[in-house]
């Protein structure tokens, strides 16, 4: 569908006049942040996590702080039986949703039990896979008995809630409820225009305290190049930019920039259902040797990131000292060559009369992700393996031979790595499976004791390394732009797959 962008004029001439919190009229004109966003098919948190309009809509049982530490959220206490594996969990009195309605427990079991269940065919299906059963003493009260011991469990738990009243008998994929949500965050739906712009207005009822920005409108321009030129123009007040349109903001009056650190890497998904790679699954070491990371993250990120070698490079158990595939093209010849691949006079390596050589789908909207695949490609070109970029419509997971993706958590190390590289979980989008990597990532998440994770968790990492799903490429940061009047943003939060976090605090950010 064609993407429509729209002035900011008729959406704010749309807006209804707002009142003060406790419903004294407010004393000045309401205050607007309006955000530069990709476009929205729907809104639904239970199947798609990274999306940063889930944490103004809605709220979790437990919650992240700027430290990123589990914190209570929905619920104000919990217990844990760790010899039954049983979690109690209290929720706060008074929590309402956005349609009136008291928030209850059998809110919390229909949410998990509906990510459970198979049919509705959820990624993060894999974070509650040992939960085994889950009971509502009473409308405050949520226990959830375990198989056996999740050291993840709590960071699972700041999943969003959603309403059984409004949800219950509807298609947790396609239910119209989706395109007009109701949770219990700092914020809540008022108006959603299609291709647009949505538009949110404050939860005067919010647990947390009554926000101060009155209406927070998600203004639909999906690329780099017009948001920032939306920025200048003073149509947007806050984007994510690429390196390139953000560094032109540096140190301009009336503009701050936050140039923030993630766990978001970036690297080359191989299709294991492909044909191509069950045949050649041998040379991928010679793919991830011929990268020139830091050359990447020079000329396309301007030196904002860092070369990947591992998921866990921003987490507590990443492990140093395993492979790294370092910048080595003549190890890269010495891998082809051995596998019995030699050079054509295309300048490519042919292998078995084949030409050695695959596709990289790019997803369209993200320069960066982009300009990454195009220089990686280059590189493989350089080193004698005929790869070139596609940007498709749409990505076809189970088709393409290659894919530039994007992964990363801030979080416990369990988190996008047992449902990502775990054989069959609801995010391997690769058809990766090894045995070992398995075994390890299960043990990790069984132990509470942070020397035995620390132990699995560097065998998982060499396990990775010697049988790669990924050419690791980089970290990269996230680079927000802000007009100068916006206060409140925390910027040393360590941010998650595209930047999302930023809005952990927004109940407290201001316009001055």
């Known amino acids: 569908m064609k993407k429509r962008l729209f002035s900011l004029l008729p959406a704010l001439a749309l807006t209804l006049a707002l009142t003060a919190c406790g419903g004294a009229p407010a004393a000045n004109a309401p205050s607007t942040l309006v955000y530069g966003s990709a476009d929205y098919t729907r809104i639904n948190p239970a199947m798609d996590e990274h999306c940063e309009i889930n944490a103004l809509l809605f709220n979790g049982l437990t919650a992240h702080d700027g430290e990123n530490q589990v914190v209570p959220g929905l619920a104000e206490r919990w217990d844990y039986d760790e010899n039954a594996y049983t979690y109690t969990f209290h929720l706060r009195e008074g929590v309402k949703w956005h349609d009136g309605q008291p928030l209850t427990s059998a809110d919390v079991k229909f949410t998990i039990e509906a990510i459970m269940d198979p049919e509705n065919g959820a990624e993060n299906a894999p974070n509650y896979e040992d939960v085994e059963e889950i009971t509502t003493p009473d409308q405050q009260t949520v226990v959830f008995q375990l ?141 991830c040797c011929a990268i020139d990371r830091q050359a990447i993250i020079d000329s396309v990120l301007l030196g904002q990131g860092m070369a990947a070698y591992s998921p866990l490079q921003r987490n507590i158990y990443n492990n140093e000292n395993v492979e790294r ?113 398995d075994e390890y990532l299960t043990l990790a998440r069984q132990s509470s004791d942070s020397s035995l994770r620390r132990e699995y968790y560097a065998k998982f990492q060499e396990e990775l390394a010697a049988d790669p799903p990924y050419a690791f490429i980089c970290y990269i940061d996230a680079n927000y732009v802000a007009k100068s009047a916006v206060k409140g943003i925390a910027a040393n939060t360590v941010l998650g797959h595209h930047g999302v976090g930023i809005f952990w605090n927004v109940h407290e950010w201001t316009i001055e």
């Open 325 to 437: 595939y370092g910048y080595a093209p003549a190890r890269a010849k010495e891998i082809l060559e051995s596998a019995g691949c030699v050079m054509g006079s295309s300048g490519f390596y042919q292998r078995n009369g084949q030409e050695v050589g695959f596709v990289i789908s790019v997803m369209a909207g993200e320069q960066d992700r982009i300009d990454i695949a195009q220089a990686a490609a280059q590189q493989l070109r350089e080193a004698g393996i005929h790869c070139t970029v596609e940007i498709p419509a749409k990505i076809d997971w189970g088709g393409q031979m290659a894919g530039l993706i994007g992964w990363g958590s801030p979080f416990d190390a369990d988190d996008h790595t047992y449902k990502v590289f775990g054989t069959g979980k609801g995010a391997n989008y690769s058809g990766y499976s090894n045995e070992k990597v």
């Open 147 to 287: 198989a056996g011991p999740n050291a993840a469990f709590l960071e699972y738990m700041t999943m969003a809630v959603l309403p059984r009243h409004l949800l219950e008998g509807e298609d947790m994929q396609t239910s119209s409820f989706f395109r007009a949500p109701v949770g219990t965050g700092p914020y809540k739906l008022e108006r959603w225009d299609v291709g647009q712009a949505i538009v949110l207005v404050k939860n005067e009822d919010y647990y947390l305290g009554c926000p101060s920005i009155d209406q927070i409108i998600f203004k639909i321009v999906g690329d780099d190049n017009a948001q920032a030129v939306q920025l200048e123009s003073g149509e947007l007040d806050l984007a994510l930019l690429d390196p390139r349109n953000a560094q032109s903001f540096a140190g301009r009056d009336g503009f701050t920039c936050y140039d923030m650190m993630t766990a978001d890497y970036r690297g080359i998904l191989f299709n294991f259902w492909n044909d191509y790679w069950i045949e050649n699954r041998d040379l991928i070491p010679a793919v």
